[in-house]
């Protein structure tokens, strides 16, 4: 596919899930652009709503994001996200990254996957 597009998120309201892709490497500005993109996608999404972010292709998130990150995290929590699902490759630092920062939020447990088809089949459960 070539260049990196930057990160994306997406709603899909018949099944009340977001989808949330990052590749690359995450800077500040990207993760802004991100947490904007998400705002709209939450305010068409009932309560309960479920996240699947896809990390795989992600390669390294600039720490001065964090406090973006915690931004987006707190308003998925504030509008009553339902299961979290995060597709990750654990040979990338991203994953050490995201897993440390995440350790330290509360109301906030994301569940960890290997592939697309994996967090689909997790959510079907529910």
């Known amino acids: 596919m070539g260049a990196n597009k930057g990160p994306s998120a997406r709603a899909d309201l018949k099944n009340n899930r977001l989808y949330i892709t990052v590749s690359g490497r995450l800077n500040k500005k990207e993760l802004d652009g991100l947490y904007t993109d998400i705002r709209f996608c939450v305010a068409d999404l009932q309560p309960g709503f479920a996240v699947i972010t896809d990390l795989s292709q992600c ?19 504030g509008n009553k996200v339902g299961k979290v699902i995060r597709i990750v490759d654990e040979r990338r630092i991203v994953f050490k990254q995201i897993l440390n920062v995440t350790a330290l939020m509360e109301g906030y447990t994301p569940v960890y996957v290997k592939s697309h088809e994996e967090a689909e089949e997790m959510l079907s459960k529910f």
Request: aromatic share 6%; charged share 15%.
């Open 59 to 77: 390669t390294l998130a600039a720490l001065s994001g964090l406090s973006t990150f915690k931004k987006i995290t707190d308003h998925l929590i």
